[in-house]
């Protein structure tokens, strides 16, 4: 079915939904760009990751596998999966958290558990934007590492596009998942 949008004389920015993107992805419309994400329908191109974001990312996503591996709940972090945000978005985490790491595709939306973001150049984006729009699509816990303050903001509790609960660890204190029991990581190696 066709949908009727408006007239309108103010020129408006037509939004990529995730099967816009995906399609253009599939027929190689980014492939000069390495990584891309759709967030809020805009495609945005992400940097390289240089050594402090790669090391601090290897190391947390060590940390955490490890602690996961130990509990009998069948939880897998997975490094740079695409999530299906629908409609407008398809973020690519630097972890995330699954009861699905199975399957063909992008990572269902509901089956994520924690997203951890490693932060150098993209704070802001991540602390706003991208908080707004796992906490809208009720994500039930949100890590971000900044990597040039050296802490960790834990957020957790989403409702109506914000985290209520909110917590900052420096590096070297453990971090204990609010929403995942039994997952604690120590951060004196980031």
Known sequence: MTEHVPITN???????????YLSLDR??????YGKTELIDGEVVYMNAQHRPHARIKS?????VSATL???SERLEALVEGSIAVPPHNVPEPDITITSEPDGRGLIPLETVRLIIEVSDTTLRLD???KSFIYAAHR????WVVDVNGREVHQMWAPETGVYNERHLHSFGDPI?????????VTTDQL
């Open 10 to 20: 103010v020129p408006t920015r037509v939004k990529l939904r995730v099967e816009d």
């Open 27 to 32: 027929d190689g419309a980014f492939d000069g």
């Open 59 to 63: 190391r947390l996503y060590t940390a």
């Open 69 to 71: 591996s130990a509990r």
């Open 127 to 129: 602390l706003d934007q």
């Open 139 to 142: 994500v039930p816990e949100y």
């Open 176 to 184: 204990t998942a609010i929403t995942i029991d039994g997952l604690t």
